[in-house]
């Protein structure tokens, strides 16, 4: 039995049927679509999309033939990675429901993403961001090119006109190169995996000078093995020197940052690669007048330094003088500093005997004896002047204990009253009659009774 709000009329009619509100059916209906209706994922385009000020989205999701009205609520759009508007195309994963207020059927967005070219994208810009936050496209771990590389090693589709451009460019520029060619899918599932097994296959071989990854041009899905994460981290750890050439000269993908030189086209890349063959004969020609010139310039020098050298001999007499002239001088400069060492000696000689007469331990003994003296007196007058001042110390002290020690009061007449039990008697309260008691005085002591 439907209960019935108060204030609304009863929805029974008179003869018993049931009747349900508008409110309670479109209430039955939502629980309904909510209960049996699981999450999916619904594709199509963008209108009438609204953003009011409460931060939730509304707008209705539509294809050719049909049309749903979505909203995604403010907790969930916060983490949407792009700006919807009009006309774009996405991808919500929803579930389904009912607007109870006005019985419209329509979707609760849980999440919404870029469909199609805006969904790739922003994956593209996702991945770049990472892997350059991990410092794979920076300058400074890119490896500098050989300049005359004896074989190259190709990654790229075998069937496709990018080979066939590369391989013809290196034959009429750098004939003696050696070509490899390891042969990989360019586009597809699985191509960006195997060309990451034929970049780290080269790597561990090592038979390269140098490797070019590409392919000729396409769509950005055609291009999107290049961009994938396991590529660039081949390239990143390919020991061998590597050229990206992917697409057309507008195109740029994750493997062109990567690698370590980037050629706009498969062709310029065979261009980089290649030293052209007349352009080393030119600079062999070069390297041969500019040698040619630099040896005649050496030899004309020499002959000029040759020529100086036999300007500047002297007949042997001359030197012969020159030399006895300077072993003259020699001779003369000799005794002079013969002569200035011996007076210096002789001068410390004679300080040191100074010295030494001035250490003599007789000198030393004569004076230690003096001292000796002197001490003894200093030491005597010391132990004189002592014992006088204990003498007079003693002799005060003494007055001192005389003047209050209890004999000298004895010798005045007084006496020390004691008990049989050697009890001092102060006062006549300490003592009964018939108690004997003995009297000490200055010489020997006296024995009495109480009476």
Known sequence: MLSTPPGTPNPLPTDGRPVMSVS???REVKQLLEGSVPLLWVGGEISNF?????????????????QVRCAMFRGRNRNV?????????????????????????????????????GALMRQLEMLKAKLQAEGLFDLDRKKPLPYLPATIGIITSPTGAAVRDMIQVLGRRYPAARIELLPVPVQGQGAAQQIADAIALAGRLQRHDLLIVGRGGGSLEDLWSFNEEVVARALA????????AVGHETDTTIADLV??????????????????????RDDVENIERRLTRALKLQLRHLRQHVQLVSNRIRHPREQLQNRAQRLDHLEIRLRAAIRSHTAASARRLELFARTLTQVHPRHRLSQAHTRLDQQAQRLDKSVRAMLQHKREVVAHSSQLLNSVSPLAVLER?????????KHVVRRSSDVVSGQKIRARLAEGEITAVVE
């Open 237 to 244: 750890a390919c020991p061998i020197p590597t050229i990206s």
């Open 413 to 421: 007449g007084y006496a020390i009253v004691q008990t049989e039990q």
């Open 81 to 117: 990675q792009f700006q919807p508007g009009n006309g774009r195309e996405v991808l919500a994963r929803a579930r389904v429901s009912l607007y109870e207020g006005r019985g419209e059927f329509q979707l609760i967005i849980e999440h919404l993403e870029e469909a199609g070219f």
């Open 259 to 280: 690698a370590d030189v980037r050629a706009p086209t498969p062709s310029a890349a065979a261009e980089i690669a290649s030293a052209n063959a007349a352009a080393l």
């Open 50 to 66: 609204a953003a009011p000020s409460s931060g939730h989205w509304y707008f209705t999701l539509k294809d050719a033939r049909a």
């Open 24 to 26: 309670e059916l479109n």
